[in-house]
Structures are given as structure tokens and as C-alpha cells.
């Protein structure tokens, strides 16, 4: 036997390995972060349709829908957030209570609040619930998002939701997701109005043991604001992760506390606001848009490099990228990091990435460039590994 047959035989053992092994392909997908309207429904209604021609998946929406709970109040909220025009945003959107909802019982919250069928229509999966159309939680694509109905300040968080939030992510850890994207109205970390309640410890220790939580995006202060979340924000805190406030889709916009943040746009712009999620495999970027601009104001980029490890160090913004190899002529094939050499190195890349879509090519493993890392691209760097 040769020595291209010598290598060729564990080249397709290998391709039909991951071929058979494959799992389900994972989408990248764009979500919408707002809430806190009162009666603020004109600027809903523009946000609605600056939101919707982002094309996202679904939105999630942090309370305070209403000023005061009505029907005819809920109606106006309807209307606003489908941009005054049916664009069927509201079909999309996963709300949960605020305070100034509290006025709704159980039954009137559902008379229109669907939340399972909200599930269903955006093709999500593995729904849960512990109090109907109130605290509840899904999968979609590699992401689980679970909102909690707190009604007010993170303070009224029960026990029993507590409880159940620590159950529910170890369900979506044991399937194997990367992100836990988390929605309630009053934030973790107050930035502005309503500081500083302290969030329960118990509510800290559940977040600590779970490295699937991602971020959190909450209301209640009318602003758009982030913070990153460790131990000299809140003590005791052994898992960081990201806090986003994304409060004034009609009320305020009010004024963050100062040395509570590390970006307000509210302070920056003076406009209303909300968030963009892209969420691409262990990547989650997150753009803060400015009312009637169509160019984000700010751009998160967080990695986790392994499920549930988000980096250390502040993410890079839009106006500084991390930087990307030079090349010198063609990139080598099997080459992710671009140094010239295919290693070691090239493979974490790849598997990283593996069998999720990306748009970036060989940087992300994907290096035959058909927008997905799968075996071919294994095979394309172990032909070309160490040669």
C-alpha cells in the first residue's frame, strides 16, 4: 500500500465518522431586546418597525407594557408594537409583567399572552412553564430563553421561581445548549432609576452554578444600558456574565446612574432605544440601536471558547474589532489563525465551530467555504496538517 492510500483511508473513515455522527445543523439567528412602553405607544410603534426590518427570529420584551392594566390599554399596546400597520410583531414576542402590569390576573395576562403558541409559531422547542404565560422557558436553535415574571424590582423574585430557574437550566445544560439568554423586569444590577435593590443571593447562587447563562435583559429603568456582571458589581458573583437594560421603548427616556455602567446609550443619544442579539454559535453579538437610526450606536462581540466561558476581558466594540490575521498571498488550506503553519490550534478552531453556519470562512473553520464547519472541513485540515 502507497502512501496517498496510507493517508486517504483514515481521510474517509473520518468523513463518514462525521457524517453519521452529525448532529442537528445549528441557524445563526438575529433576536430583539426591548420593553417599558406605559403609554409611550408612538414610540413603540416606530421602534416596531425599525426592529422589524432587522428580520428577527422573535423579540423579548421586559414589562411594563401598559401604564395601568386595561383592556383597551392592552389593545393600544398591540396595535403599537405591531407598528401601527399589522407587521406582526406582536405575533413574535415573548412579554413578560412588570409592575405596572400587575393589575392583570392570571386569566386576563392570557386573554393575550400565548406564550406556548408563540413557541410553536416561531418554530422553537422543549417549552416549559411554572406559572401559565408568566414564567416560562424555551430552546431555540443552541439558545434557551426563559422569562420569569417579577413584578417590580429583581427583590420580588420568589423562592419557588428561584427553585425552578435552577432546574430548568440544568434540563438545558443537560441537552447540550450553549446559551441561556434570561428575561425579567427588574435588572440584577439596577443602572439608573430604580437603584440599587440587591439581587437575593439565592438568586446569585443558582446564576454561579449554571455556565450556560449568558446575559440577562430586563426593563423597569427607562434607558438602554449594559453592564458587564462580576464580582465588583455585585459580591459573590463567581460566573459573569452580561447585563443588558433595555427599558425605554416609549417610557422615559430617563438618565443612568453614573459609575452603575459601562455604556448607556440613553446618556450618549438622549433617545429611546433597543437592543439587536445575533447569536452564531458560541458568538453572541449585541447591537444597541438608537431610535431612527438604522446604524447600532454600540456593538458587543462576547465568545464563550467553551460552553458557558465568556471572556474575562472587556468585549471589543464595533469601533474596535478584534484583530484578524494578515495574509500573505492565499491562506493556507486547514489554516484558521493564519499563521502559516496548519496545527493544533487550526483544529480548536474548527471544532469550535463545528456544525454551526458561519459567513466568515476559513477564520472559523470553515474552510471550503460553503457557509457550515462540518467533516469536509476536518478533512481539509488533517490532509494539510503539519504539510
Known amino acids: 500500500m502507497n502512501i496517498k492510500h496510507k493517508l486517504l483511508i483514515p481521510l474517509l473513515l473520518s468523513i463518514i465518522f462525521l457524517g453519521l455522527s452529525s448532529p442537528k445543523k445549528v441557524n445563526a439567528f438575529l433576536f430583539i431586546s426591548w420593553g417599558d412602553t406605559k403609554s409611550g405607544t408612538s414610540t413603540l410603534s416606530s421602534e416596531s418597525n425599525q426592529a422589524k426590518a432587522l428580520n428577527p427570529k422573535f423579540t423579548i420584551?421586559?414589562?411594563?407594557?401598559?401604564?395601568?392594566?386595561?383592556?383597551?390599554?392592552?389593545?393600544?399596546?398591540?396595535?403599537?408594537?405591531?407598528?401601527?400597520?399589522?407587521?406582526?410583531?406582536?405575533?413574535?414576542?415573548?412579554?413578560?409583567?412588570?409592575n405596572h402590569d400587575s393589575g392583570a390576573s392570571q386569566a386576563d395576562w392570557s386573554s393575550f399572552i400565548n406564550q406556548a403558541q408563540t413557541v410553536s409559531r416561531i418554530g422553537a422547542s422543549h417549552y416549559s412553564e411554572l406559572t401559565k404565560d408568566q414564567t416560562f422557558s424555551f430552546d431555540y436553535e443552541n439558545s434557551h430563553i426563559v422569562g420569569i415574571d417579577v413584578i417590580g424590582d429583581v427583590t420580588k423574585m420568589s423562592s419557588a421561581q428561584i427553585t425552578w430557574l435552577d432546574n430548568d437550566l440544568t434540563a438545558a445544560e443537560n441537552r447540550g445548549l450553549t446559551h441561556a439568554f434570561l428575561i425579567w423586569h427588574g435588572p440584577v444590577y439596577a443602572l439608573a432609576e430604580h437603584c440599587c435593590p440587591t439581587a437575593p443571593s439565592s438568586l446569585i447562587n443558582v446564576l454561579n452554578k449554571h455556565p450556560i447563562v449568558s446575559a440577562t435583559f430586563h426593563g423597569h429603568e427607562h434607558v438602554t444600558a449594559y453592564t458587564h456582571i462580576n464580582s465588583s458589581r455585585i459580591s459573590g458573583v463567581t460566573h459573569e456574565f452580561e447585563e443588558f437594560v433595555t427599558g425605554d421603548a416609549g417610557a422615559g427616556p430617563d438618565s443612568c446612574k453614573s459609575g452603575r455602567f459601562d455604556y448607556c446609550l440613553t446618556d450618549q443619544t438622549g433617545k429611546h432605544g433597543f437592543a439587536g442579539i445575533n447569536v452564531?454559535?458560541?458568538?453572541?453579538?449585541?447591537?444597541?440601536?438608537?431610535?431612527?437610526?438604522?446604524?447600532?450606536?454600540?456593538?458587543?462581540?462576547?465568545?464563550?471558547?467553551?460552553?458557558?466561558?465568556?471572556?474575562?476581558?472587556?468585549?471589543?466594540?464595533?469601533t474596535n474589532p478584534p484583530?484578524?490575521?494578515?495574509?500573505?498571498?492565499?491562506?493556507?488550506?486547514?489554516d484558521a489563525d493564519g499563521d502559516g503553519i496548519v496545527d493544533g490550534k487550526d483544529y480548536v478552531v474548527w471544532l469550535n465551530h463545528y456544525n454551526q453556519t458561519t459567513t466568515i470562512g476559513a477564520t472559523y473553520g470553515d474552510f471550503n467555504k460553503d457557509n457550515f464547519v462540518d467533516g469536509v472541513d476536518y478533512v481539509i485540515w488533517r490532509y494539510n496538517y503539519h504539510i
Request: aromatic share 8%.
Open 61 to 98: 420584551y421586559a414589562g411594563d407594557l401598559v401604564g395601568s392594566w386595561s383592556t383597551s390599554a392592552m389593545n393600544n399596546w398591540v396595535t403599537a408594537i405591531n407598528g401601527n400597520s399589522g407587521n406582526g410583531m406582536k405575533d413574535i414576542t415573548f412579554p413578560v409583567r412588570g
Open 280 to 318: 452564531s454559535g458560541t458568538t453572541f453579538t449585541v447591537n444597541l440601536y438608537a431610535l431612527g437610526s438604522t446604524t447600532p450606536q454600540k456593538t458587543y462581540i462576547f465568545n464563550k471558547t467553551s460552553v458557558g466561558t465568556l471572556p474575562p476581558t472587556q468585549p471589543p466594540t464595533a
Open 323 to 334: 484583530p484578524t490575521p494578515t495574509l500573505s498571498g492565499e491562506q493556507k488550506p486547514g
